[in-house]
């Protein structure tokens, strides 16, 4: 019997990690390419990528400074930790991503972030 997920409750890692291999097969984005947004979400993501071989040809990085987030946040206690845990995502990204990463300040004007991620793009391929 398979498990019955709540609305708005997140869907496994494994089905996303399946869900994202699946599309890749596919011959538009064999032949296209492919960006993904929003994928990986967490370390065990990272690693279920890695382990499918899956080898990206940019993986871009928008910063902000933890001060930018707080500022921003309706409830900074709570978002204390997301800040956290998106850092230790971070690091690991950085660790597997190394050589495909680019940064990103996402605190400047949003005109000039999507510039600099069109030029990111742009630029790897």
Request: glycine share 2%; charged share 35%.
């Given at each position: 019997?398979?498990?019955?997920l709540?609305?708005?409750?997140?869907l496994?890692?494994?089905?996303?990690?399946?869900?994202?291999?699946?599309?890749?097969?596919?011959?538009?984005?064999?032949?296209?390419?492919?960006?993904?947004?929003?994928?990986?979400?967490?370390?065990?993501?990272?690693?279920?990528?890695?382990?499918?071989?899956?080898?990206?040809?940019?993986v871009?990085?928008?910063?902000?400074?933890?001060?930018?987030?707080?500022?921003?946040?309706?409830?900074p206690?709570?978002?204390?930790?997301?800040?956290?845990?998106?850092?230790?995502?971070?690091?690991?990204?950085?660790t597997?991503?190394?050589?495909?990463?680019?940064?990103?300040?996402?605190?400047?004007?949003?005109?000039?972030?999507f510039?600099?991620?069109?030029?990111?793009?742009?630029?790897?391929?």
């Open positions: 019997m398979a498990a019955r709540e609305k708005n409750e997140p496994p890692d494994d089905i996303i990690i399946d869900l994202v291999r699946d599309r890749l097969e596919r011959p538009d984005c064999r032949t296209n390419g492919w960006i993904l947004d929003g994928c990986p979400m967490n370390n065990n993501q990272i690693k279920m990528i890695r382990d499918l071989e899956i080898v990206p040809q940019v871009v990085a928008f910063e902000r400074s933890d001060e930018a987030i707080l500022k921003d946040a309706e409830n206690e709570q978002l204390a930790k997301s800040v956290e845990d998106y850092r230790e995502f971070l690091a690991t990204a950085e597997d991503f190394n050589q495909y990463l680019i940064r990103i300040n996402d605190e400047e004007n949003s005109d000039l972030v510039l600099n991620f069109c030029d990111a793009i742009e630029n790897c391929v």
